[in-house]
């Protein structure tokens, strides 16, 4: 089993008992710290160095929920698609048929 799965099956098994012991962390700011950092953690961990572009993505989307709260499901649906469609085309030349 390659590298990367092993990664992700492992972090995927350690969200379980994490989310069990998060039920019983009380106040909305400490939830919301722990699950961001846990969030980039398990995302440092599956994703390498390449987290920071998911990282990137994720403000970014943010930012457009918040400036447009009304109509910001077409705005990032297309934002997204834009934006993994041009790493998805960079690493088809870049990288073809590598893992």
Known sequence: MPSDQIRLGITLMTTVPIGLIFTKVDGYIIRLAIGSLLGILFEFVVFGNA?????IQSFIVYALVKLFPRR???IVLIFSLIYLSYFHLYRQFTDYGGW
């Open 72 to 74: 910001c499901g077409p």
């Open 51 to 55: 987290f920071k572009y998911h990282l």
